[in-house]
């Protein structure tokens, strides 16, 4: 079988023109590809910055309320009602004493707690606060440290250390009536190490002269 001339011309000039078109094609894919990679991209980046705007603008609002309110005239009354929270000099009530279970634990003032020491907790003194206390049915009394928080249990005023108990003479009964006078309240413009270095009250109340009988 044989082609004619003619025919293998016409093929010759057809074939450039199908490949050029297949490359063309294929251009045309790639960019459309590329085109929407980009895009996506660029949606993507937009709705991220979009967010972290929205999520600033609502942190700044809210650190913007919380200003206000702070430096509101009833929220400077209410903190300073607090801060300057009045004790009365004397109060009365029942006490309680804690010993060997707690022996050597740190207080919530960060004090270890010495049973044999002049100390005390209570619920609402600022620590550092000396209180004499005086049993109402001996008469007996003695100075002690606030360093410690409680009494939680009945409505007992004071927690004393077994040996303030032992002094008062209640350590059997465990329970007493007592009478309890502020004679050194903490002064509060001092800072825990400066009280620490000048005035270390738990070493003092440590010598049994701070008792008084």
């Not at 949606?43 to 650190?63: D, P």
């Not at 929220?75 to 009365?88: D, G, I, M, T």
């Not at 004493?97 to 209570?122: C, E, I, L, P, V």
């Not at 007996?140 to 606030?146: A, L, P």
Request: glycine share 6%.
């Amino acid at each position: 079988m044989s082609i004619s001339p003619a025919t293998v011309k016409q093929a010759l000039k057809g074939f450039p023109k199908e490949v050029i078109t297949a490359e063309e094609i294929v251009r045309h894919r790639i960019q459309t590809f590329v085109r929407v990679a980009l895009a996506t991209v660029f949606f993507w980046v937009g709705s991220l910055i979009s967010l972290g705007a929205t999520a600033l603008a609502q942190v700044a609002s809210k650190q913007q309320s919380i200003k206000t309110k702070t430096s509101s005239p009833r929220h400077r009354a209410h903190y300073k009602k607090h801060k300057n929270a009045f004790h009365p000099l004397e109060m009365s009530g029942t006490a309680s004493w804690y010993g060997h279970k707690f022996h050597n634990r740190k207080t919530a003032s960060g004090k270890r707690f010495d049973q044999d020491s002049y100390m005390a907790a209570h619920k609402t003194l600022p620590f550092g606060t000396l209180v004499k206390v005086t049993n109402t049915a001996n008469n007996r009394s003695c100075i002690v440290e606030i360093t410690d928080r409680g009494p939680y249990v009945g409505n007992r005023i004071i927690d004393v250390s077994r040996q303030a108990a032992r002094d008062l003479g209640f350590a059997d009964e465990g329970t007493a009536k007592v009478n309890l006078e502020v004679i050194k309240p903490f002064n509060l413009s001092y800072s825990p190490s400066k009280i620490r270095r000048t005035y270390p009250v738990s070493d003092v109340l440590r010598t049994p002269e701070m008792a008084v009988k």
